[in-house]
């Protein structure tokens, strides 16, 4: 086929580019497919394993559920499986709480706080970790190990500011210490506000400590 003299500069011009560049864009090319290939799959997998996740939890939350001589055993193994292989999915998080609770109503305060421990020291579980801390507070308050509980409630997110005083001042009068004690429960009631259903008990509280 013949070309006239200003297709054939076009033509040249082209394949000169091509000669220069081709190169450059194929790798381009390649690496953005790759990518794409890379991402889906990645996805896929992520995908693969939260529903890994999601088994063992559920396995988790039937052991609490449904109890039997064996329960706390299948609770410990489905929360230790999620804590060291799923630690970052919301699974683990949630799993720690429900395994707390479960033992700790089987009267494994032991099994209860590793549990709590765990999540509270888990600062990529944000939505969870303040209320592992709070209750992990609690449970260290009923074994009178005061200056640990303490130190959970210490720096409280915004959003739990209020529950951790009141629990605070749960902690420092059972220390005896009252004037601080009135302090966190005075905290909390501001916090909290007449219309939460916190207020009333809060206020009982403080009314019993200072007729006291």
């Known amino acids: 086929m013949a070309y006239d003299l200003e297709e054939q500069e076009k033509l040249d011009a082209l394949k000169a580019w091509w000669a220069r560049y081709g190169m450059l864009v194929t790798i381009v090319v390649a690496i953005a497919a790759v990518g794409a290939a890379s991402w ?20 988790l939350e039937d052991a609490a559920r449904l109890g039997g001589a064996d329960s706390a055993a299948r ?6 499986t999620l804590r060291n292989d799923y630690p970052s999915t919301g699974y683990a998080g949630r799993g720690a709480l429900i395994a707390a609770q479960a033992l700790g109503d089987q009267k494994d305060i032991d099994g209860a706080r590793q549990q709590l421990e765990w999540l509270a020291g888990q600062s990529k579980q944000p939505a969870l970790q303040p209320v592992a801390r709070l209750r992990l507070a609690g449970l260290l308050l009923d074994q009178k190990q005061y200056d640990q509980a303490l130190k959970q409630l210490e720096n409280p997110p915004a959003a739990f500011a209020a529950l951790y005083a009141d629990r605070r001042g749960d902690v420092l009068a059972a220390q005896g210490k009252r004037d601080e004690a ?11 506000g007449a219309a939460h259903p916190l207020t009333q008990i809060v206020q009982l509280k403080l009314d019993a400590l200072s007729g006291a």
């Not at 992520?46 to 890994?52: M, V």
């Not at 009135?182 to 909290?192: G, P, S, Y």
Request: hydrophobic fraction near 45%; charge should be positive; charged fraction near 20%.
């Open 75 to 80: 609770i410990k193994a489905a929360a230790q």
């Open 40 to 59: 889906s799959g990645w996805r896929a997998y992520q995908n693969y394993r939260a529903n890994q996740a999601m088994g063992y939890f559920e396995a």
């Open 182 to 192: 009135r302090d966190a429960w005075k905290t909390a009631l501001q916090a909290l």
